[in-house]
């Protein structure tokens, strides 16, 4: 079945590191591909996403790669700031035209602090 | 404000009681999803609803049911509480069904975090 595999955190860098969340997921058909942020005591929040495979989508100075061939989604961030501090997952967005089932499956979650 | 209104924010009850979750979706959007965030579990889907119908199930439990309402408000109702069942419980909405379409993509509500004692 499909699902979403992302590396465990928790992730501690230090301001203006380099930052990269793993992620791989497992699909039939052609799933778009997302990446949502919890800030600490609030609901999910749509980062990115891509829809098709070689899309990138980046927002906020974070980007992410749709790659077929690997099956992958890596989120990655050139600069990392303390207000960036925040869970982290990725996702997966089936179809449900033709009956297959239509939500998003998530990963577990990386937890990511930045220290000052 | 991601436009997803949930109420309660928080809810403290006794095991074996029923609860009932409120989920107002952005104005126009006609599909709802529940999801269940915890510990160990993570995100887990529950069910799915497109314009007042059942679309997808996902891991929910017997206990757990849920409608959607004309105006296009859901509920999700939760019953001989356990444990177990503390919780966030998160509703999302979005404008067709998750994926039928390039630029689907679903808008959560701030959750409602139950607690079972």
């Known amino acids: 079945g499909n699902s979403v595999t992302q590396m465990e955190g928790p992730v501690t860098l230090s301001e203006e590191a380099f930052l990269t969340i793993n992620c791989t997921y497992t699909?039939?058909?052609?799933?778009?591909l997302f990446w949502y942020v919890q800030y600490p005591g609030e609901g999910l929040q749509l980062l990115l996403k891509a829809t098709k495979a070689d899309d990138k989508g980046s927002n906020k100075g974070f980007e992410a790669t749709y790659r077929k061939e690997t099956t992958s989604f890596h989120l990655e961030k050139g600069s990392v700031q303390v207000s960036d501090s925040a869970v982290y997952f990725c996702?997966?967005?089936?179809?449900?035209?033709?009956?297959?089932?239509?939500?998003?499956?998530f990963g577990k979650g990386t937890k990511l602090s930045v220290k000052p | 404000d991601s436009g997803v209104t949930q109420t309660p924010k928080h809810l403290i009850t006794a095991t074996g009681q029923r609860v009932t979750l409120r989920c107002s979706p952005r104005?126009?959007?006609?599909?709802v999803y529940w999801y269940q965030q915890s510990l160990d579990q993570g995100l887990q889907f529950l069910i799915q609803?497109?314009?007042?119908?059942?679309?997808a199930k996902g891991n929910i439990l017997e206990r757990f049911s849920a409608q959607q309402f004309p105006d296009l408000h859901s509920e999700l109702n939760l019953s001989s509480l356990e444990l177990g069942d503390s919780a966030l419980y998160f509703c999302?909405?979005?404008?067709?069904?998750?994926?039928?379409?390039?630029?689907?993509?679903?808008?959560f509500g701030q959750g409602t975090r139950l607690t079972v004692v």
């Open positions: 999302a909405s979005s404008v067709p069904p998750m994926g039928m379409g390039m630029n689907t993509e679903a808008f």
């Open positions: 609803y497109y314009n007042g119908e059942e679309r």
């Open positions: 996702a997966l967005g089936t179809s449900n035209y033709g009956g297959s089932q239509g939500n998003l499956i």
């Open positions: 104005s126009g959007d006609l599909s």
């Open positions: 699909a039939t058909g052609y799933p778009s």
